[in-house]
């Protein structure tokens, strides 16, 4: 495998469910990130990675938690989510965070919440 | 803050037809700017892209100039396909340190 890969493609998810979503990178990075993408709405950073130390949260609901065991594996653990929820959500690697790197991007988990 | 703006979609040209999507820019100092493109059903690409002032990125027959003084970074390309079709987002992370910044997307549509 090469690049950033993401488990699983496609999620469907009751409101009272956990799951998490699964991200690793094959790029020898250490930064890794979490972005939502809506419908018609710009994408939105929600956690940031480096060396395995969480740098940022953008004010994202407790109902989502950010796990980063490694420099390569990153998850989104998501429990008690809201139909709002639904979305596609994406993951993205970069040497470090703090810097101009250029951001490599996993196909992202289309998760649905009914 | 820093922002990206770019033109409104959906922009739908007929094969062969040259492409220009615009971007402009708000940042503090001196941002690398991106261009990413989405395809039906997938993650985001990275496209192009540059790092300093008059530095041209390509790629593909895309091609992009960060151009300081009208803060911009309009993607081009002299004749576009059918597979060209997706979502084009144009992006910077500024020199501080900060995230990347995404504009709104602009979906293109390319018709035989």
């Known amino acids: 495998e090469t690049g950033v890969t993401q488990t699983p493609r496609h999620l469907v998810m009751g409101m009272t469910n956990k799951k998490s979503l699964k991200c690793e990178q094959h790029?020898?990075?250490?930064?890794m990130y979490w972005y939502k993408q809506s419908a018609k709405k710009p994408l939105e950073l929600m956690f940031v990675?480096?060396?395995?130390?969480?740098?940022e949260n953008n004010s994202v609901p407790s109902r989502f938690s950010p796990e980063c065991p490694n420099s390569s594996h990153l998850f989104l653990h998501l429990h008690t989510l809201q139909p709002e929820d639904s979305a596609l959500y994406l993951c993205?690697?970069?040497?470090?965070?703090?810097?101009?790197?250029?951001?490599?991007f996993g196909p992202g988990t289309r998760l649905t919440v009914l | 803050g820093d922002s990206v703006t770019q033109m409104e979609g959906p922009v739908t040209l007929s094969e062969e037809a040259f492409l220009t999507i615009n971007c402009t820019y708000t940042a503090t100092g001196y941002p690398s700017l991106f261009w990413y493109v989405q395809y039906p059903g997938e993650g985001l690409q990275l496209l192009l892209k540059a790092t300093k002032a008059d530095d041209k990125g390509s790629n593909k027959g895309f091609e992009a100039t960060y151009r300081k003084e009208t803060t911009s970074f309009h993607l081009e390309k002299g004749s576009v396909q059918v597979s060209d079709s997706a979502v084009y987002f144009c992006?910077?992370?500024?020199?501080?340190?900060?995230?990347?910044?995404f504009g709104g997307g602009t979906r293109l549509m390319v018709k035989p």
């Open positions: 790029l020898g990075h250490n930064a």
């Open positions: 993205a690697s970069s040497q470090v965070s703090g810097s101009t790197d250029t951001q490599y």
């Open positions: 990675y480096n060396f395995k130390e969480q740098t």
């Open positions: 992006a910077l992370i500024n020199n501080a340190g900060n995230m990347l910044t």
